[in-house]
């Protein structure tokens, strides 16, 4: 059975980090492109930060930039990790991991529908 499973969710206070780790299983996800995203209530799933099969090349979206890092371990069972500093209410979310299919290149994943296969994710809540 193939998984995605999203580990690290919790409630911060405003400025606090937390580290989020997804673990891949019942597949070699250690070729594929992998991604986090984000849905907050009532609004669409959102990108947030992805990586190469490799994890050499990485990108994020603009409201991750400077303060998430995305980062990844293919030994065994591939995990990519999300650390998260600086955080802001507006980060309140659910966190899903997602992985893509294909030849591994993290600028192919640009939205929601890119990804082949999903976490069910783990609830961030930052507090004011």
């Known amino acids: 059975q193939v998984q995605l499973v999203e580990s690290g969710g919790g409630l911060m206070h405003t400025g606090g980090s937390l580290i989020l780790s997804c673990v891949g299983s019942g597949r070699t996800f250690s070729r594929y492109a992998m991604g986090w995203f984000r849905q907050a209530p009532g609004k669409e799933r959102e990108f947030v930060a992805a990586?190469?099969?490799?994890?050499?090349?990485?990108?994020y979206s603009d409201s991750a930039k400077g303060r998430f890092t995305i980062s990844r371990d293919n030994a065994e069972n591939t995990t990519v990790y999300l650390q998260m500093n600086s955080l802001k209410p507006e980060d309140t979310a659910v966190y899903y991991c997602g992985a893509r299919l294909g030849n591994g290149q993290a600028t192919d994943i640009v939205g929601a529908a890119d990804m082949d296969y999903w976490g069910k994710g783990t609830l961030v809540t930052v507090s004011s």
């Open positions: 990586i190469s099969w490799s994890g050499i090349a990485t990108y």
